[in-house]
């Protein structure tokens, strides 16, 4: 089964920092861009970033750069989202999904407290 | 890095047909056709039910159907279900190399 698990999320202080990993399974997600994208409670869908294949190409969403940094680790089928200088408007569930997104994880809830 | 404009919402009843718009610009939607569809219920993920404008993935119902023109998308499902009721979001890719989704649009089915 083809499938992508988020862990990591939790409740941090506003300044504070987070890592979130994403585990693929059932599929090589070498193969794959990839994508973070996030939701906050009772709003619409806001991408966040993606990374090229090799890691060589990353792009992010205006509000999130130079604050967070896509990563992954092929060998491990994992993708990352280290989360730095978090505000309250990053409090979100965060999803990992294939950048074609037809692959998406559950989500794992951030919430930063102010 | 606006959003895409969507209605925020649109209803019909059980058997007729709702077209939900998605409005860009022409360095997303007018400039592209990775324009994409999503289905999500309350709590659950976003799934996937159109890409590349009007292909749809297996296993998605032929009820759904997308079109573009100019910088503006669509998404028509006929013979609406009551299960058709929930958000829909549209995606595309930008000049920037990056991802803008619509700011979604709530079906009530009547």
């Known amino acids: 089964e083809v499938q992508l698990v988020e862990s990591g999320g939790g409740l941090v202080q506003r300044g504070g920092s987070l890592r979130l990993s994403c585990a693929g399974s059932?599929?090589?997600?070498?193969?794959?861009?990839m994508s973070w994208v996030r939701q906050a409670p009772g709003k619409g869908l806001e991408w966040v970033a993606n990374i090229k294949q090799d890691g060589s190409e990353k792009h992010y969403v205006d509000s999130v750069k130079g604050r967070f940094t896509i990563s992954r680790d092929n060998a491990k089928n994992s993708l990352y989202l280290q989360m730095n200088s978090l505000r309250a408007e990053d409090t979100a569930v965060y999803y990992c999904?294939?950048?074609?997104?037809?692959?998406w994880g559950q989500g794992t809830m951030v919430t930063v407290s102010s | 890095q606006s959003a895409l404009t969507q209605p925020a919402s649109v209803s019909g009843s059980p058997g007729q047909s709702i077209t939900i718009s998605c409005t860009g610009t022409s360095s997303d939607i007018g400039g592209y056709k990775y324009v994409s569809w999503y289905q999500q219920h309350p709590g659950k993920a976003p799934k996937l039910i159109i890409y590349?404008?009007?292909n749809r993935p297996s296993g998605v119902s032929n009820r759904f159907s997308g079109s573009k023109s100019g910088n503006t998308a669509s998404l028509t499902i006929s013979g609406l279900q009551a299960e058709d009721e929930t958000d829909y979001y549209c995606s595309s890719y930008t000049s920037s190399k990056t991802v803008v989704f619509g700011g979604g649009t709530k079906l009530t089915v009547l």
């Open positions: 999904a294939s950048n074609a997104f037809d692959i």
């Open positions: 590349e404008v009007s």
């Open positions: 059932g599929f090589t997600l070498s193969t794959y861009w």
